[in-house]
């Protein structure tokens, strides 16, 4: 798109004949400047605390707006009022996701849904997106890797980006960048984390964690004799021990603790607010555009 710049500027001509006589003419001088439109965001999951989240983290980021409201709750309701904003957005919530992917297609704009629904919709919803040409961030906790290959070789055929995020956390990102680099010195390593639920645990985090640990071709924790001690935590990976703690009330914690003769190294990530997920979120929102495939992880963004 453009916008089309004028201004005025005066000219004087003067008369030879007469000095004292001044005639001003008045030249508009035009120039097409090109302008970037916002990026049309669709939440679908709206109503949940991550998507109540995203809308007002959305509409106050610069270079982009919700554009849609997607959720089996709510419906009809404006998504503004159902997220406690001061003034509606004029947005209601519906049920469709088609329905808008068609309206926003056909404004020519660029367009990314945000997909926080549930593991058995994920496939069917980017492959809606993908048909009206628009990008996909999906961040549902425990999504399978089966579905996360069908979707990237779906992705692949259509040329279509989409960025599948375990989490959206930048800080829990940092975590396990450092405990990759803090397992090349240490040989002994256990996660402790805290949760004020016992679902899905260990969490998607330790999991995480104990991947990325378990790909560098190390065993911890050889010389651990209590191997079947049930009160030694549970094994993932290549040794790597996992103790969940559960008590209502407690912040998410994940600490991810290595050892070595004669010290202790541990690193520390709590989250208090779903508001910590928003900063990732807005810069997914942000990179997605430039992607021809699926990728896995925020962190390739960072």
């Known amino acids: 798109m453009a916008s089309l710049s004028c201004h005025f500027r005066s000219t004087n001509l003067f008369n ?7 005639k001003k003419k008045r030249f508009i001088l035009c120039s097409a400047q090109p302008t970037q439109s916002n990026i049309k965001v669709v939440i679908n999951g709206a109503t949940k605390e991550i998507g109540r989240a995203a809308v007002v983290a959305v509409t106050k980021a610069k270079g982009m707006e919700v554009a849609g409201a997607v959720d089996s709750c709510h419906v009809g309701e404006d998504i503004g009022k159902v997220c406690g904003m001061e003034e509606p957005l ?22 990314v849904v945000v997909d926080f629904t549930d593991p058995s919709s994920v496939y069917d919803n980017v492959k809606q997106a993908t048909a ?5 961030i999906v961040y549902v906790p425990r999504i399978k890797l089966d579905t996360v290959a069908a979707l990237s070789a779906f992705c692949e055929k259509a040329s279509m980006g989409v960025l599948v995020a375990p989490t959206l956390s930048i800080g829990s990102i940092l975590l396990q960048q ?5 397992s090349f010195h240490y040989s002994n390593v256990e996660i402790v984390e805290s949760r004020d639920n016992a679902k899905d645990l260990p969490s ?29 935590g549970q094994v993932l990976g ?3 021990r996992v103790h969940s703690l559960v008590l209502p009330g407690l912040p998410s914690s994940t600490t991810v ?10 690193i520390k990530h709590d989250i208090t607010d779903v508001q910590c997920l928003m900063p990732g979120l807005l810069l997914a929102i942000r990179k ?14 960072i």
């Open 90 to 111: 004029e947005i209601p919530i519906i049920n469709d996701l088609t329905l808008i992917l068609g309206s926003i297609s056909q404004s020519k704009a660029i367009g």
């Open 178 to 182: 450092a405990a990759i680099s803090a």
């Open 257 to 266: 603790h290595f050892s070595g003769p004669g010290e202790v190294y541990s």
């Open 288 to 301: 997605v555009g430039r992607l021809k495939n699926l990728v896995y992880g925020l962190e390739k963004f």
């Open 204 to 232: 998607a985090d330790a999991n995480q964690i104990a991947k990325n640990l378990s790909n560098l071709g190390q065993v911890y924790n050889k010389e651990d004799p209590s191997t079947d001690v049930l009160a030694r």
């Open 16 to 22: 030879s004949k007469n000095v004292n006589s001044r």
């Open 132 to 136: 009206f040409g628009m990008k996909s």
């Open 238 to 240: 290549d040794g790597i």
